[in-house]
């Protein structure tokens, strides 16, 4: 019975001594803003050519692949953007479609050999929505703003 209580006792102080390691392995919600590089940041300036919005899409999870990715025909070429959860979209009143002429901050990743953006800031018919702020937080972890008025300072 005691090599048994000794066992448990040592069982269970590995698990609790290993347990931080496996929050900081965790590719949950903030797995993105892990990835968003603020020295990668460029703006690119196009025309929607395409919206997709699939999977799971939730405001506290937005697995990579998930939410609303737009294609954006650029002088450059097709971009590939992120922009985040359908839902946060949908809830500030912001959608996108084919035709839409956007300009779009975000930082430049390369994920399963094709390089994306993932989108900071989005520019669309006068208004300004912010999706993530200048480290690449999402703002669907903690608030989110849209500006109408394109005179009135972004929010820092």
Do not use: C
């Not at 993105?32 to 506290?60: C, F, L, R, W």
């Not at 949908?90 to 779009?104: L, P, R, Y």
């Not at 994306?116 to 300004?128: M, Q």
């Amino acid at each position: 019975m005691k090599r048994l209580t000794t066992f448990n006792i040592l069982a269970v102080g590995l698990v609790l001594l290993g347990f931080p390691s496996l929050q900081a392995q965790h590719k949950g919600p903030g797995k993105s803003h892990m990835m968003y590089n603020p020295d990668a940041e460029i703006t690119i300036k196009g025309t929607v050519q395409n919206v997709t919005q699939g999977g799971k899409d939730t405001m506290s999870e937005m697995p990579m692949g998930m939410g609303t990715h737009l294609t954006v025909k650029t002088a450059q070429g097709n971009t590939e953007v992120m922009i985040g959860p359908t839902k946060f979209l949908n809830n500030k009143g912001f959608t996108f479609a084919k035709g839409d002429a956007v300009e779009i901050t975000g930082s430049k990743v390369t994920m399963h050999g094709t390089e994306s953006l993932i989108a900071r800031e989005v520019v669309k018919g006068g208004k300004t929505m912010t999706l993530r702020d200048k480290t690449g937080k999402p703002e669907w972890s903690g608030g989110g703003a849209v500006q109408s008025d394109p005179e009135q300072p972004k929010r820092q």
